[in-house]
């Protein structure tokens, strides 16, 4: 069976992949689209199944079951194609050790096929956007952390891949390196290039347009960060806030149906009118704090026989 040709807006889209080693399912039944030009965040715990999906897409480990699409090829069938149409940066470093940074762009040059001139010339853009033109003649063992990151991701992007995977890219990453990866995601995301990304840290899927969480094998919710924040806490809910100095008014929290601009300006209105210093601010709990009821609440349908909604948003 073939999944079905994607439209020019779809980069990645999944139906029912699966994949068991043995008796252990380790993806079961995903189904999913990621919109082209979009970064899409995937979150779980480990062992949750992300790696093994991403091996999937990439062609890397054939799955059991279902098929997807990549940039318009079909896994399985078409590994060969996907292959020079996507950048891969693996969780565990795919990097030369004893090799410098330069002899590891030149080696992932020559996997792309890339003539020496579109080499250097790319070589030299991102040198200087990822900050790797002092350490490029040193070995990548003596490099810290977040070097041997930021040389891991130009080697994935050498070839300017229109999707990219990146698993775990900042794990174990200092905070300033993880604020120059996700300038770089976000910036190409600008550019078109479709970024499906993984990470520890929830809190940077602020950043993702779409996010899946994955829990045990299986999607436990997948939507729009605001969107996954808003059906956690079953509405919009808003804080009054006022001056230092201003008594709030009791209640001081509103809880909104949904983001309508009229019925936004309707309750502000009203807010006003009790005191014109007084406004309103969004107070959506955080994505850890969604995670966190997510699996609690799949645990329970789990331990009921139920399945888990995993719904794709329109």
């Known amino acids: 069976m073939h999944a079905s040709p994607p439209s020019s807006d779809v980069a990645i889209e999944?139906?029912?992949?699966?994949?068991?080693f043995g008796d252990f399912l380790a993806v079961k039944n995903v189904s999913f689209r990621v919109p082209?030009?979009?970064i899409f965040g995937f979150v779980g715990g480990n062992g949750s199944g992300k790696s093994t999906t991403i091996r999937m897409l990439c062609?890397?480990?054939?799955?059991?079951?279902?098929?997807?699409?990549v940039a318009?090829?079909?896994?399985?069938?078409?590994?060969?194609?996907?292959?020079?149409?996507?950048?891969?940066?693996?969780?565990?470093?795919s990097l030369y050790l004893s090799l410098s940074i330069l002899e590891n762009v030149r080696f992932a040059a020559g996997i792309y096929s890339l003539d020496n001139a579109k080499r250097d010339a790319r070589w030299r853009v991102l040198r200087d956007r990822l900050g790797l033109g002092p350490h490029e003649q040193r070995r990548v063992s003596q490099l810290s952390g977040g070097i041997k990151q930021r040389a891991a991701l130009c080697c994935a992007i050498l070839h300017e891949p229109e999707i990219v995977f990146l698993d775990e890219p900042t794990a174990g990453v200092d905070l300033e390196n993880r604020g120059v990866f996700w300038e770089i995601i976000r910036e190409m995301a600008r550019s078109g290039v479709t970024v499906f990304v993984t990470s520890h840290y929830i809190e940077e899927?602020?950043?993702?347009?779409?996010?899946?969480?994955?829990?045990?094998g299986e999607i436990i919710a997948l939507d729009t960060p605001e969107r996954m924040k808003a059906a956690f806490a079953r509405g919009?809910?808003?804080?009054?806030?006022?001056?230092?100095?201003?008594?709030?008014p009791a209640p001081s929290t509103l809880l909104l149906p949904d983001l309508d601009p009229e019925t936004l300006a309707e309750t502000e209105r009203r807010v006003r009118s009790r005191d014109a210093r007084l406004s309103l601010r969004i107070a959506l709990p955080d994505l850890n704090a969604v995670f966190l009821g997510l699996l609690r609440e799949h645990a329970r349908r789990r331990d009921a026989g139920e399945t888990a909604p995993g719904e794709t948003p329109p």
């Open 14 to 20: 999944t139906f029912g992949l699966t994949k068991a």
């Open 36 to 38: 082209r030009g979009a």
């Open 59 to 69: 062609g890397l480990l054939p799955p059991t079951g279902g098929t997807a699409s």
């Open 72 to 93: 318009g090829f079909t896994v399985p069938g078409e590994e060969r194609k996907i292959l020079h149409q996507i950048g891969y940066m693996s969780q565990k470093l």
């Open 205 to 216: 899927m602020e950043f993702a347009d779409l996010i899946g969480f994955i829990d045990r």
């Open 236 to 248: 919009y809910p808003f804080e009054i806030v006022a001056p230092e100095g201003v008594p709030l």
